[in-house]
């Protein structure tokens, strides 16, 4: 990794393109200045290097001339970038990168991620106040993507906006969308409006979160709208930059960057930003709404009203987050989610926490059921069971994947289940069924008494089914 110095010199050889009059504005928001490079080598123990991919720049084909006015000038910042910008084989240490850009403007911290990422990262664009980030990408010069999660119940004008912005910024949004036959599912066995009865979290994770997990492990990096100032509950101690601990990227989990460069930012100076750079925002901000989501779950704000008091208000206040940004929470945080907010669990959790798996591919197994499994010493089908605990984040982050391989395996004779192996079915867990980490995957072949414990870390799909097409 390039040193501290090398990273405050590249910041700051690079922010020379940008004084015209609009950034002006933008340095109006940072925060006072220290060197990069005595912040980050100041006292304390060197922080443990975090497991991520290596990651590579990509060389962007075009670059917007008003911006970077000279190749060679252009070359040169790049070349001051260090070398694990350049260089496959260089690992990233994003704890020591956080600290090293905690000076630094959002623009800075864009322009560094896009630089590193290329095409291989994506900006998140709610509807909402998230178009700061689309603004401060076009002014790096650097061509970006930008995702959006189509919900199927967003606020007519929230549409409106997101083809105002397409068209403002002559890009095209790569919008995702839930699965139908989830959707569908959910709203014929529970009704169009269960989450005010039972937590919104089920909805969510169909909505938005699992449509998510398929975005996300395509790319390498993506970067989020978060502020601490959004949510002191769950946001508070958000970092610039993290390797993600929710969700997994292509290279499977602990290989996903998230990027939050206005962190730091405050509001106010936000809507400052907007407002001087004369950028499309949602008429609904003029109608009192702040933070926006899915229409039945949002609401105008009253004057003095923290803004997440418009998301999910009849729910507990300190854990307002959908899913998207979990790893936010705390653990006992996160045992709030999936529930209504008094406490009571969601039909299909546990102990308050949202279940996950849910297919009518998977069978859910209770102990009586694993338990006849493991008698059985002739089957007349194999099975593949994931032992879980829905509060994991890494059987969270196998979900997407686990739940794929379940679909194309019906009609083959292999039946997929889940047993949830936590609490106090944790110690029977590990006695009879080798249970040492969540998740743990096992496969009964048809004509073994004993389960064949999957002893890889991969579980992409084509890794799995190769380990059941080798016993079965």
């Known amino acids: 990794m390039a040193s501290a110095a090398a990273i405050s010199s590249s910041i700051s050889s690079r922010s020379l393109l940008y004084r015209d009059s609009k950034a002006a504005l933008i340095a109006s928001i940072r925060h006072p200045e220290p060197s990069i490079a005595t912040s980050a080598a100041s006292g304390g123990p060197r922080p443990r290097r975090m497991l991520a991919r290596p990651c590579c720049a990509v060389e962007p084909t075009k670059r917007n001339d008003s911006v970077v006015p000279s190749a060679a000038v252009a070359e040169a910042a790049n070349a001051a970038v260090g070398e694990e910008a350049t260089a496959p084989s260089a690992a990233v240490d994003y704890e020591e990168l956080n600290k090293a850009l905690e000076n630094a403007s959002p623009l800075e911290i864009m322009d560094r991620a896009l630089d590193m990422f290329g095409n291989e990262i994506a900006i998140a664009f709610s509807g909402a106040e998230d178009v700061a980030l689309i603004e401060y990408a076009k002014l790096t010069g650097r061509p970006f993507r930008v995702f959006s999660l189509d919900t199927g119940r967003l606020n007519p004008e929230t549409y409106r906006f997101f083809d105002a912005v397409e068209k403002h910024y002559d890009i095209h949004i790569e919008y995702t969308f839930p699965d139908a036959g989830e959707v569908q599912a959910l709203v014929r066995s529970k009704g169009l409006f269960s989450f005010y009865e039972d937590g919104h979290q089920e909805c969510c994770r169909v909505r938005k979160v699992r449509p998510l997990r398929r975005m996300l492990k395509g790319l390498r990096a993506w970067v989020t ?71 039945p779950c949002t609401r105008p704000v009253l004057p003095g009203q923290h803004e997440r008091e418009g998301r999910w208000w009849w729910e507990d206040a300190t854990a307002k987050e959908c899913g998207l940004h979990k790893g936010n929470l705390k653990q006992d945080e996160a045992g709030k989610l999936g529930t209504n907010g008094n406490g009571v669990a969601v039909a299909n959790g546990v102990d308050g926490t949202v279940d996950i798996f849910e297919t009518q591919a998977i069978v859910k197994l209770g102990r009586p059921g694993i338990e006849n499994l493991l008698k059985l010493e002739k089957r007349q089908e194999p099975w593949l069971v994931v032992l879980y605990a829905p509060w994991c984040r890494f059987c969270q982050g196998m979900e997407t994947s686990y739940m794929e391989l379940a679909e194309k395996l019906v009609g083959s004779g292999i039946k997929v289940g889940k047993f949830r192996a936590d609490g106090d079915q944790k110690p029977f867990a590990q006695k009879e069924l080798q249970l040492g980490s969540f998740p743990t995957i096992l496969f009964f072949p048809k004509n073994t008494s004993r389960p064949i414990k999957y002893p890889s870390e991969k579980r992409d799909v084509d890794s799995l089914m190769a380990f059941i097409n080798a016993l079965r």
Not at 233 to 247: C, E, K, S, W, Y
Not at 255 to 273: H, Q, T, Y
């Open 225 to 295: 709208g978060q502020r601490k100032d959004q949510s002191p509950g769950t946001r508070a101690n958000i970092p610039l930059v993290q390797v993600d601990p929710g969700f997994e990227g292509v290279g499977g989990l602990g290989s996903l960057i998230k990027w939050n460069p206005v962190a730091d930012v405050e509001g106010k100076d936000i809507w400052n930003f907007l407002l001087t750079m004369n950028v499309p925002v949602n008429s609904l901000h003029s109608q009192g709404y702040v933070s926006i989501g899915c229409e």
